[in-house]
């Protein structure tokens, strides 16, 4: 009775409590939104002071700057903001205050923003053809930021929140063009086509162009635009806030109800004065900071196939640098502020979104994986391609995979439970599908490569367009397989992370495969128009035993390095944590990790080289994309910078030119206003290139920090406007030079077969030799004639179920009842194993040691599951029996959880 009284003591308490917070929020909410009426009443009584010149609004407008009684309980006086300075021609003139003193103001002048309402209409919308005024140079930024967050560009900053943005967060905010081609398409669809995430300056440039070409879409003419220097670097802002403010008075604006922004003739420019040197300030220590990752896992000498450079190193240094990452401060670096609101502004949508479970709870989000992003952009555009088989059924590239792979649709071990079952289930389906893939990618080197190189009508150039590097994942394939089907072979436990490990770096091959696929499909297309090509093609399509053409061949590699990521996240899934297997599969997860940020990079790499390709005129010689190389040990690094260049033999001669950093060469360009470069000379990067930063080098206005390059033809000077940059493009230089040597004095990463265990014959890879009959899926894509072809079965051995627990350090395995007391013999109470019965094999049997003696209680097998005597608790297999009487007591007669595995003890 006392516990019951008290309890309802407690919970009249905690309501009383509740009800004055409660109250208390009220109150501030109340005493905020009265100081934000008064604050809004002294803003538009300072404006009608200014515009109208007036003495006695001017008198008015001081004593509105007096907080009111509500304002003054919601702001004590000692947290009270200050009056504005008055501005105009009645301010007394100021002390030009000194560099230092003047970057101060700039970093630390905030901004706030009015919060939209709840009905999504921002409270300052009552008349839209009321300009905002820009009134002084600091209100003029603050006025085109407020015009960005109401249309939607910017995030909203939170008013209370301690850090406020400023211009320098605005500028690094809007300088890769992406918020800027947002508002355009905010105020009018798709009027902007641009990068997402661009990571050269090359692409920031095309957003930026991309934005002046969608604002003389809406009506803006070249007078209004600012260029992309006046933004990037920061050297007239002024210019950029006019262009915004020009949009803001647009009809497209005005008809949202967002008020125009006006720029004053003549503002206040000493907050603009310092903002080119603060930007270059912060981008010299970007480029010193920003060692990439790939770079420093390379820089020493790959020792073996998991030394310094490996995926696995890779994996490693991604980690530490993610990890530091995290630790970083965002609100100090530029447009950290922003990028803070925009990242709670996408958890608050991510939180409204979530699901719940059966019973209700939230269910909790898994941390994002890094994806093979590039591929799978790649595989969406083949996604809805219809092809047909040699039996005229019709399918899409998804249907193709599951038809080659399965003979029909994927399993359902995607959605299978986390049990011991799952992972056998898995490791089945790595196995069964890798020899399937191993026929398809035989199919294309046996039968079409072979076919096409016999009868020499193809060029080789062409052959080598058309097949790429497949013959190498061929090779890989074999390899991988051979290890896989090792380890489905064993009989004493199956340890797949060994099969990952030795095979992950010859992965690297898909990178180049993916890159060059685009230009396999067009040339595919090409000789398929050639009515004596074509008939060859249908000819191997006949030998080949797989029943497609070979455009659909040569895209089940894309389809099947991205199920590897999937398939290894299964077979950890159903791995239990005590497996001695955990920690290698879940450091190859890592590793795998790092061939799709590997594999991303490079695709993208190689997209920017084709797109350079496109924008510059003038060039001669080899193609450019030519210059770049897929290394095997280590991976180039690309850049893009504006330099000043002085090519050997010219004495005096140094220019401003847009230097773009490849694997094998320096393309130096000159800038053509409107977008585009024209090529001006090629610096080859060969093995023996050498770089010196000691010998002094000519400079010219900004470009101070220079270094040299020693080529065939002579000394080239490169010059930088930072240091940091400087670093940035010598560590760049220096490691595709070693990437080169690596190339020429290494052999590339291969995986050793394991020799045949005794009595059994070595295994070459299976060539098709006659068409494999399919079963068509049931979809509307395919033919409605149905086929009376039979259904091909894949047959699957299914291993002993003890095998499983070879690596449980509970498992006795076929251990006699009589020694199980010698086995627990001095360990502690708790201390457990399970031993399979030597002369009925599946039946399983408990030992635990409980008051130094030991119980031995058999499993019984039943239809519902595993279980022990009489407790009604039924368990789907052993590992889940395990898991669950390591929580709780084994039995009333034996009080004890299962504590300690008895090879741990």
């Known amino acids: 009775f006392a516990y019951s009284t008290c309890n309802m003591a407690d919970k009249a308490e905690k309501k009383r409590l509740a009800e004055e917070k409660k109250k208390q929020k009220q109150l501030e909410k109340e005493q905020k939104k009265a100081a934000k009426v008064a604050a809004k009443e002294r803003k538009k009584s300072e404006q009608l002071a200014k515009k109208r010149g007036s003495k006695d609004l001017l ?8 907080p009111s009684e509500p304002e003054k309980q919601a702001q004590p006086s000692a947290a009270a903001t200050p009056p504005p300075e008055p501005t105009g021609a009645d301010e007394p003139a100021a002390k030009k205050p000194d560099e230092a003193t ?74 890769d063009g992406t918020v800027l081609c947002d508002a355009l398409n905010l105020l009018q669809p798709d009027t902007c086509s641009y990068h997402a995430s661009p990571t050269t300056k090359f692409r920031k440039q095309q957003n930026i162009e991309e934005f002046r070409r969608g604002c003389k879409k809406l009506g803006l003419v070249d007078e209004d635009l600012f260029l992309f220097d006046q933004l990037f ?43 080119e040197n603060l930007m270059e300030e912060f981008e010299d220590n970007k480029a010193e900071d920003a060692d990439e990752v790939y770079m420093l896992a390379s820089v020493e000498q790959a020792s073996g196939p ?42 608050k949508t991510v939180k409204a979104k979530k699901k719940k479970d059966i019973y209700g709870d939230d269910i909790i989000e898994e941390e994002e994986e890094v994806r093979f992003h590039g591929i799978e952009k790649l595989a969406a555009q083949q996604r809805e391609e219809k092809v047909k088989d040699l039996q005229g059924g019709t399918y899409t590239e998804d249907m193709v995979y599951a038809q080659i792979m399965y003979q029909g649709e994927e399993p359902s071990v995607y959605l299978a439970s986390q049990t011991s079952s799952h992972r056998n289930n898995a490791l089945l389906e790595l196995f069964e599908t890798e020899k399937n893939y191993l026929k398809v990618l035989t199919a294309i080197c046996d039968v079409y490569y072979k076919r096409l190189a016999e009868q020499k009508k193809v060029s080789e150039e062409d052959q080598k367009i058309l097949f790429s590097n497949v013959s190498e994942l061929r090779e890989t394939h074999d390899g991988f397989l051979a290890l896989v089907e090792r380890q489905m072979s064993s009989t004493t436990g199956r340890m797949v992370s060994g099969v990952f490990r030795k095979s992950l770096e010859c992965f690297r091959a898909y990178a180049e495969y993916c890159c060059l696929l685009p230009s396999a499909f067009n040339k595919y297309e090409e000789l398929l128009a050639q009515p004596e090509m074509k008939k060859l093609f249908e000819e191997c399509q ?23 990521p999937l398939l290894l996240k299964e077979i950890i899934k159903g791995t239990p944590d005590e497996h001695e297997d955990k920690d290698g599969l879940l450091e190859a997860q890592d590793a795998i990790q790092a061939l799709a940020r590997l594999v991303n990079e490079t695709m993208r790499d190689y997209e920017n080289v084709q797109a350079v390709a496109q924008c510059i005129t003038g060039y001669e010689g080899p193609s450019i994309e030519s210059l770049y190389a897929f290394h095997k040990h280590r ?32 393309l130096i360009c000159q800038s053509v206003k409107g977008g585009g470069y024209l090529f001006k000379d090629l610096v080859h990067i060969k093995i023996d290139t050498e770089t010196d930063e000691s010998t002094p080098t000519a400079t010219t206005g900004k470009f101070k920090h220079g270094f040299s390059i020693k080529t065939e033809n002579g000394l080239c000077q490169l010059v930088s406007r930072s240091e940091g940059t400087k670093s940035q493009w010598l560590k760049a230089l220096r490691n595709n030079v070693a990437a080169i040597a690596d190339s020429k004095n290494k052999p590339p990463p291969k995986i050793i077969k394991p020799e045949p265990l005794p009595g059994q014959a070595p295994k070459s890879p299976e060539s098709p030799t006659k068409p494999v009959e399919r079963r068509r899926p049931s979809t509307d894509a395919v033919s409605p004639s149905p086929s009376s072809s039979p259904t091909k079965v894949i047959k699957i051995n299914t291993a002993k179920e003890s095998d499983q627990f070879q690596y449980m350090k509970w498992f006795a395995g076929s251990l006699d009842k009589n020694k199980v007391d010698a086995a627990l013999a001095g360990k502690p109470d708790g201390t457990y194993l399970i031993r399979e019965s030597a002369s009925r094999p599946g039946s399983y049997t408990l030992g635990v040691l409980y008051n130094s003696k030991v119980a031995q209680l058999p499993l019984l097998r039943k239809q519902e599951g595993y279980t022990i005597g009489t407790t009604g608790r039924f368990f789907e297999t052993i590992i889940d029996f395990v898991d669950f009487y390591s929580k709780h007591n084994v039995a009333d007669n034996v009080p004890t959880m299962l504590l300690t595995p008895y090879k741990s003890a």
């Open 542 to 564: 006949e030998e080949s035993g797989q029943g497609f053409p070979l455009r659909t061949l040569l895209n089940v590699p894309l389809q099947r390095v991205l199920k590897y």
């Open 102 to 175: 003047a970057n101060k103001e700039i970093k630390d002048t905030p901004i706030t923003e009015s919060k939209p309402s709840p009905d999504g209409k921002d409270e300052q919308k009552d008349d839209p053809k009321e300009e905002q005024d820009g009134g002084t140079g600091d209100d003029a930024w603050k006025a085109v930021a407020e015009w960005l967050t109401h249309l939607g560009a910017l995030p909203f900053i939170d008013e209370e929140q301690e850090k406020q943005p400023t211009l320098l967060d605005l500028l690094f905010f809007l300088k």
């Open 233 to 275: 670097l920061g050297s007239d802002v002024i210019t950029v806030l006019r262009t915004l403010a020009a949009l803001s008075k647009l009809e497209v604006s005005t008809e949202k109800g967002l008020k125009p922004v006006t720029i004053p003739e003549n503002p206040e420019t000493e907050l603009y004065n310092n903002m």
């Open 635 to 666: 991976p180039a690094v690309c850049l893009d910078e504006e330099l000043a260049f002085k090519g050997p033999g010219e004495k005096d001669k140094i220019g401003k030119r847009h230097c773009f950093l490849l694997p094998k060469g320096i």
């Open 306 to 347: 998991i030394g310094a450079g490996s995926l696995y190193e890779i994996a490693n240094q991604s980690k530490l640098y993610e990890s530091n990452k995290k630790k970083e401060d965002l609100s100090a670096t530029p447009g950290g502020v922003y990028l803070m609101a925009k990242k709670k502004q996408r958890e």
């Open 59 to 66: 008198e008015e407008a001081e004593h509105a700057q007096k």
